[in-house]
């Protein structure tokens, strides 16, 4: 790609972000709102899926990860891999449910949470709290910030400041570490 083509591919994406900033602003103008999502989360939660509580760690030896998570979910939770953007199909959910680690079943995410990024993988501008724990990623010679489960320890993804407000957070997650529950009807 040319330099040109380059910025205006960046351009657009900022632009995504300044129209995804606006159509949350109207559903959650303040950091208050912020806090009854976070707070309230589980109105969104299906009537018979039984959460594990973030405190009960789940560790299992290499081969069991092996041999419980498909090889893409493998690389992604257990090697800190990352998904090829735009491969999830969870990038177009849209439906009322809860995100769970694909790893674990730790609920981590709403879908009150979503919002599009315009960057191929699913994006939250919250989480849930205290399911995820972070620590410094220096890999791209950039520092970033990678989380991780707390439950299973999984890497889902890397967050960013430059997200929607009110709290410019994008937590940019793998699809592949997630799976949906919906609040009703078939997964
Ligand atoms: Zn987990």
């Known amino acids: 790609m040319t330099r040109r083509g380059w910025l205006q591919g960046l351009l657009a994406a900022g632009l995504w972000s300044a129209f995804g900033g606006r159509a949350i602003a109207q559903q959650v103008r303040d950091m208050k709102g912020i806090e009854e999502l976070q707070k309230n989360w589980k109105v969104l939660l299906a009537a018979g899926f039984k959460a594990p509580p973030p405190g009960e760690p789940l560790k299992l030896p290499d081969a069991e990860w092996k041999k419980r998570l498909s090889p893409m979910a ?45 960057t191929g993988w699913p994006s939250f501008f919250t989480t ?56 009703t009807g078939k997964a």
């Open 74 to 118: 493998y690389d992604v939770l257990r090697e800190e891999g990352t998904e090829r953007a735009g491969t999830s199909p969870l990038n177009a959910e849209k439906r009322e449910g809860v995100f769970v680690c694909s790893g674990c079943d730790l609920p981590v995410f709403t879908s009150a949470m979503k919002y599009e990024s315009g």
């Open 128 to 183: 849930i709290p205290g399911v995820f724990n972070t620590k410094s990623d220096r890999k791209l010679f950039v520092s970033r910030t990678e989380y991780h489960c707390k439950r299973c320890g999984g890497h889902h993804g890397h967050v960013f400041e430059d997200g929607p407000l009110p709290t410019r957070q994008r937590w940019c997650n793998n699809g592949v570490a997630l799976r949906f529950v919906p609040k």
